[in-house]
Nanobody
Framework: QVQLVESGGGLVQAGGSLRLSCTAS????????MGWYRQAPGKQRELVAA???????NYADSVKDRFTISRDNAKNAAYLQMNSLKPEDTAVYYC?????????WGQGTQVTVSS
């Protein structure tokens, strides 16, 4: 059974940094894509960043040049380094993977940026 566990969320002042981590268990084969989504109150869930097994990355325009996604294939882990955080980055952040044609989600971790 595939499970995703996220960590690293919290409360930070504007301009600060946080690093989110996501570890997948129950994995036997390679994970095609690992990504982070976020959902703010009253808004739809949106893609923040994603990275393929080959290392290609994709970012939302709103986070380019501030956030960096990375992955460790040996650990089945993904990371999101978030710098220069803004109040509008406040949301629940979800880890997401595409594994053997199925999509899996983590439970989410809260990120709150105070002004």
């Amino acid at each position: 059974q595939v499970q995703l566990v996220e960590s690293g969320g919290g409360l930070v002042q504007a301009g600060g940094s946080l690093r989110l981590s996501c570890t997948a268990s129950g994995i036997i084969f390679s994970i095609s894509v690992m990504g982070w989504y976020r959902q703010a109150p009253g808004k739809q869930r949106e893609l923040v960043a994603a990275v393929t097994i080959g290392g290609s990355t994709n970012y939302a325009d709103s986070v380019k040049d501030r956030f960096t996604i990375s992955r460790d294939n040996a650990k089945n882990a993904a990371y999101l380094q978030m710098n220069s955080l803004k109040p509008e980055d406040t949301a629940v952040y979800y880890c997401n993977i595409l594994y053997r044609s199925n999509t899996y989600w983590g439970q989410g971790t809260q990120v709150t940026v105070s002004s």
